[in-house]
Antibody
């Protein structure tokens, strides 16, 4: 069945960088758009970015535009989110999800904490 | 862009029906039939219960239904069960080719 497993979260200082990964299995990865969504502790969901199946199309939320870069390696069935210039407002659980309109399924998430 | 507008909370008794609204603008909900709804139970990842306004994924109970009128989408859950207690989020595609979530609604059964 479809499985998505995020990794790469952790504690990082303000201004620092982090790269998240999402390993996909159980479907033809290159056929699907993929999306990153985040959820700050105790808060709601926030759409972050999506990428087309061939990696040529990406869109970002205003809150991360210019700081985050989404990419994928279809040979490795993997999705990435490079996060730079991190601030406390970027602290959240980051989820990857299959698709870009009706999102599903979702991974279990990886926690990013930005703190000095 | 501002989040889509949802009520903070709704409640209902077992067996009853409830409806959660999701209000956007002519740039998102009103412009496209790409509204989806997500259920998130405590400590778990969200799962989609409705996509494309009213389509139900396989495995989701037919007690869940969706609709849209103008700039407002709605999720209706009939025959409420204790297991339906969760946070519910709507999402819509926008005219900037991005997506937007609602702030979420806590359903108490």
């Amino acid at each position: 069945q479809v499985q998505l497993v995020e990794s790469g979260g952790g504690v990082v200082k303000p201004g620092g960088s982090l790269r998240l990964s999402c390993a996909a299995s159980g479907f033809i990865f290159s056929d699907y758009y993929m999306t990153w969504i985040r959820q700050a502790p105790g808060k709601g969901l926030e759409w972050v970015s999506y990428i087309s199946g061939d990696g040529r199309i990406t869109y970002y939320a205003d809150s991360v535009e210019g700081r985050f870069t989404m990419s994928r390696d279809n040979a490795k069935n993997s999705l990435y989110l490079q996060m730079n210039s991190l601030t406390a407002e970027d602290s959240a659980v980051y989820y990857c999800a299959k698709g870009h309109l009706g999102l599903g399924p979702w991974g279990q998430g990886t926690l990013v904490t930005v703190s000095s | 862009q501002s989040a889509l507008t949802q009520p903070a909370s709704v409640s209902g008794s077992p067996g009853q029906s409830i409806t959660i609204s999701c209000t956007g603008t002519t740039s998102d909900v009103g412009a496209y039939n790409w509204v989806s709804w997500y259920q998130q139970q405590p400590g778990k990842a969200p799962r989609v219960v409705i996509y494309d306004v009213s389509e139900r994924p396989s495995g989701v109970s037919n007690r869940f239904s969706g609709s849209k009128s103008g700039n407002t989408a709605s999720l209706t859950i009939s025959g409420l069960q204790a297991e339906d207690e969760a946070d519910y989020y709507c999402s819509s595609y926008t005219d900037r080719s991005t997506s937007l979530f609602g702030a979420g609604t806590k359903l108490t059964v």
